[in-house]
């Protein structure tokens, strides 16, 4: 579609999704310079649709941007009181005493959030200062200029025909350009995956490692509700099948954020995520405080858990990469927001001093810099090993080994006796035969305390027009039956957490459908698939999941 004339809209920066990194970076423009002119583009119907993480937030990132947060009302009502760490049996559960562990594993001074809350509220503090902010607005090009910059966006194409032609009632869309743009679209962005490929920005960095992170969100009985208590669990019900864990954060209004991860560079093709948080929510410890309650809600993201050997270069020309678009997610204290909210500072302080200077369309080398040198590198650098430590050698050596590395870190400054390790395969690599490994049998939903997947994702709200192109894409339509299926038991059917891809049979043969419009924009599939078969692109704006207060 690179021959379709459109109209143009000029700014000095554009800003690719509303995020905690994006929505801090066009503040931070603004307070900057309250005449520079500042665009962000959100696809989610209204910002904080998309928005989904745990979420206990480390104000850090706020307090710097907006040190009177409190007094401008911000969301950040339930400090965090008490921290639990188990370590679950199939019956039992072993606390895990918080003394021997990091300082940095306090969560003291935290608050359970609702980050799409935190977010709605960012975006009016940037209205506010003039910032122009469009949800709804999904951007599906990178505008190129004649030296191979990133020069701009194309934004806001809707009605195409399902084979991604124009139709009588298309929208052909619009081409925002800036002098520098942001591309902050959370984890596995389309647009951000072009630029890094292009580019070849991650050449010289680890593969980056994801976990899928599933949350639910519960109103259970008062009675069993204590506001600002944080837990954390490992162990059960994943075993050895995977590395991963869960979180239980209790917030006001005796609702609870249950939530489950698993890291997708587990082995066993037969291993299902989503089957493993629903079986998780059966263990005692949990039963127990969802037993009489309700589940209100539902969603799931990829999250980024490569760290600091991960983090792809951040800049090219006329581009920057910001928040989990670069993967700054500090694993072991499960906590990637306020380090987003910082990169939107160094990004946004240095456009505007290379707007400041009469640049455009060069590297910002000062926000990358920043990042490393400054106090995300550093707050990333001392808990690199614990990623590959767990992937390696599991779940107990990664508690001994990972919390003693941290610790020498802590009084070192940075020194690690283990250097820094790598982290080898990619994750869709690390997926093995189905021959290699057995069967997993789960047990069937309940329908109180677990739920299919159908069920659950109409609780994410997650909808998109039939008639336009599928936003997942297949390279080779055939390879799912032709390859997978004999290979894998084609895993597609399992690692999506909403019941995207099926193996149906039609007149005796194999088929495999994929119901796009269940999508909850979570991107596990472009990462997990075996064969990188699957790519998402972002579907036409205000499309996928309506998150209320995740």
């Known amino acids: 579609m690179a021959d379709i004339e459109r109209e143009t809209m000029e700014y000095d920066v554009v800003i690719v999704g509303a995020g905690p990194a994006g929505l801090s970076a066009a503040i931070r423009l603004k307070q900057l310079n309250a005449d520079l002119e500042v665009v962000v583009l959100e696809k989610g119907s209204e910002v904080g649709a998309h928005i989904l993480s745990g979420a206990v937030l480390d104000p850090s990132g706020l307090d710097k941007l907006i040190p009177d947060w409190k007094e401008k009302g911000a969301p950040l009502n339930v400090p965090v009181k008490e921290d639990n760490f188990y370590a679950l049996g199939a019956a039992g559960q072993m606390r895990i005493p918080n003394f021997p562990m990091p300082p940095l594993m306090n969560n003291h001074g935290n608050y359970i959030v609702s980050m799409g809350n935190v977010c709605r509220w960012m975006a009016e503090q940037a209205e506010a200062l003039g910032v122009e902010i469009f949800p709804g607005m999904a951007c599906s090009e990178l505008v190129y200029g004649d030296n191979g910059e990133v ?5 806001g194409v809707f009605g195409l025909e399902a084979d991604g032609s124009l139709g009588p009632n298309s929208e052909p869309g619009m081409e925002l350009h800036g002098k520098y743009v942001f591309l902050s679209e959370g984890v596995r962005g389309s647009l951000s995956k072009e630029v890094i490929e292009k580019y070849g920005l991650s050449d010289d960095s680890e593969p980056q490692k994801y976990g899928l992170g599933m949350k639910e969100i519960w109103e259970i009985d008062p009675a069993k509700h204590k506001e600002g208590t944080v837990t954390h669990t490992m162990g059960w019900p994943l075993g050895s099948n995977a590395g991963g864990g869960s979180f239980i954060y209790h917030l006001e209004n005796n609702q609870v954020y249950v939530g489950f991860v698993v890291h997708l560079n587990y082995k066993n093709p037969h291993l299902f995520p989503y089957m493993e948080f629903q079986r998780f929510k059966h263990h005692p410890m949990v039963a127990d405080l969802l037993k009489g309650g309700k589940r209100v809600a539902y969603g799931a993201r990829a999250i980024s858990e490569g760290g600091y ?3 792809p270069k951040m800049v090219a020309s006329g581009v920057a990469l910001l928040g989990c678009s670069v993967g700054m997610v500090n694993v072991p204290r499960i906590k990637g927001n306020h380090n987003a909210m910082l990169s939107g500072i160094a990004a946004a302080e240095a456009a ?6 009469g640049r455009s369309g060069d590297e910002l080398h000062d926000y990358e810099t920043e990042v490393r040198k400054g106090p995300i590198g550093k707050d990333l650098k001392k808990v690199r090993n614990v990623k590959p430590l767990w992937s390696k050698f599991g779940m107990v050596a990664s508690l001994a ?8 870190q802590t009084i070192t400054k940075g ?3 283990l250097g820094t390790l790598k982290h080898g395969k990619n994750d869709a690599q690390a997926t093995e035969p189905a021959s290699a490994h057995k069967p997993i049998d789960y047990p069937k939903p309940d329908g109180t305390l ?8 109409s609780f994410a709200m997650t909808n998109h027009e039939e008639s336009q192109p599928c936003h997942l894409q297949l390279a080779d339509p055939m390879l799912p039956i032709s390859d997978n299926l004999p290979m894998y038991d084609e895993p597609a059917q399992r690692y999506c957490p909403a019941g995207v891809y099926e193996v149906l049979e ?3 043969k194999k088929e495999f459908v994929v119901n796009f419009q269940n999508c909850v924009h979570c991107k596990t599939c472009d990462i997990k698939d075996p064969a990188q078969n699957i790519t998402w692109v972002t579907p036409q704006g205000g499309d996928g999941p309506n998150y209320p207060n995740m």
């Open 151 to 155: 020069k701009g966006v194309v934004a």
């Open 401 to 408: 080994i990972g919390g003693f590395d941290m610790w020498v």
């Open 450 to 457: 677990s739920f299919d997947r159908l069920t659950n994702v």
């Open 506 to 508: 039609k007149d005796g």
């Open 309 to 311: 050997q991960s983090m």
């Open 352 to 357: 505007y001093a290379a707007i400041q200077e």
């Open 415 to 417: 020194f690690s006796p």
